[in-house]
């Protein structure tokens, strides 16, 4: 029986196996990650190498140090998880990896990795968009979570509205048109010589500041449920010249503020009324950015006023990790979406 052949006939045996765990890899930036999930909703080994470290020295993520490091921590990562669980890779039932959206090199590294240890077990092999693994990171935390539902979807390098029909199916309602939300406050942090990464860094020094002391522009943007960042990030960029021009110091906090209370309210506003105008039941956040503090804030105190349940991942899995790709895999698996040994990496890989 070939390897094709093998795995079609395991996948078929999980679709009435009462629990299905799942090794997954991700690769996808600059966190090389190996978790296994129970039946797309239970860690049971979660492990996370940053690179922040490497790359904090550039100010930003170098695509080729990102991948030589996931070459030197693939192994080890698989490996941790698995002593974690206290299992061996014959124990878990399928193997998932990061195909994309992200950085090439980074995501043919987890794809090669994954792809060698998956013909070589002989398991089925599932392939995941991060995308669709930031929204699944919901189902972790919530065990009670199931479509439909609205996501938005907030990271360094998306910021999008879906509906969330049913598990691997999407309906895209908005988008950014310019800048994400998580690559603005990068950007806004290094006008304001925070260190890399900058998210968390505006995010933290934002609580000390005054959110109304600069005034920012909400650009308007062609389609209702759409984003736009470049317009705040100009103007914020602006403000700084200004006063450095007249030699005055950058109030840090009170800019910091300003920025995030910006940023967050856009965010907001649309979320919101994309949920209340599709008559979504329920609204989740997911991505990196859903970390942020005061969209947290915000984002309850709307859903608590128009009586609409909340879902938002525990802080450690809003970050990128290799658990929110297995649990997305296990409902690929579920539908016998398996991948071919021709996998590869597809950085520019959409959701929708």
Do not use: W
């Not at 308007?220 to 700084?240: C, E, I, Q, V, W």
Request: aromatic share 6%; charged share 20%; net charge negative.
């Amino acid at each position: 029986m070939t390897y094709t052949e093998s795995v079609r006939t395991q996948a078929e045996s999980l679709q009435n196996r009462e629990h299905v765990r799942v090794l997954a890899l991700e690769t996808s930036c600059d966190e090389t990650a190996a978790a296994i999930v129970e039946d797309g909703r239970v860690i049971v080994s979660n492990v996370v190498f940053s690179q922040i470290d490497l790359h904090a020295l550039y100010g930003g993520v170098v695509p080729e140090i990102a991948s030589r490091a996931h070459v030197e921590a693939c192994d080890r990562v698989i490996d941790e998880a698995l002593k974690a669980a206290g299992m061996r890779l014959g124990d878990v039932d399928a193997l998932a990896v990061t195909c994309g959206p992200g950085l090439v090199g980074a995501l043919l590294t987890g794809v090669s990795c994954i792809k060698g240890l998956a013909y070589a077990a002989g398991k089925p092999l599932v392939a995941v968009n991060h995308i669709e693994g930031h929204v699944s990171a919901n189902y972790i935390s919530h065990p009670d979570l199931k479509p439909p539902f609205v996501c938005l979807v907030v990271s360094g390098g998306h910021s999008h509205i879906v509906r969330v029909e049913d598990y691997g199916e999407y309906t895209l309602l908005g988008q950014t048109v310019d800048d994400a939300a998580g690559e603005a406050f990068d950007k806004a942090a290094r006008v304001l010589g925070l260190p890399y990464p900058g998210g968390p860094r505006i995010d933290a020094l934002a609580e000390e500041g005054n959110p109304h002391a600069l005034a920012l522009p909400h650009p308007h943007t062609p389609g209702r449920y759409d984003y736009s960042f470049s317009g705040m990030k100009t103007a914020f960029l602006n403000a700084a010249n200004k006063l450095e021009m007249k030699g005055e110091p950058l109030p840090k906090a009170d800019m910091a503020a300003s920025f995030r209370h910006a940023v967050v309210s856009s965010l907001v506003d649309k979320a919101m009324l994309a949920a209340h105008e599709t008559h979504a039941p329920a609204l989740a956040l997911a991505g990196g950015v859903s970390a942020n503090r005061l969209l947290r804030r915000m984002m309850q105190e709307a859903c608590d006023k128009a009586g609409l349940p909340l879902y938002m991942p525990r802080l450690e899995l809003c970050t990128d990790n290799a658990a929110m790709i297995a649990s997305a895999a296990y409902y690929r698996l579920r539908r016998g979406e398996l991948a071919p040994l021709t996998l590869n990496a597809e950085p520019g890989l959409r959701l929708v």
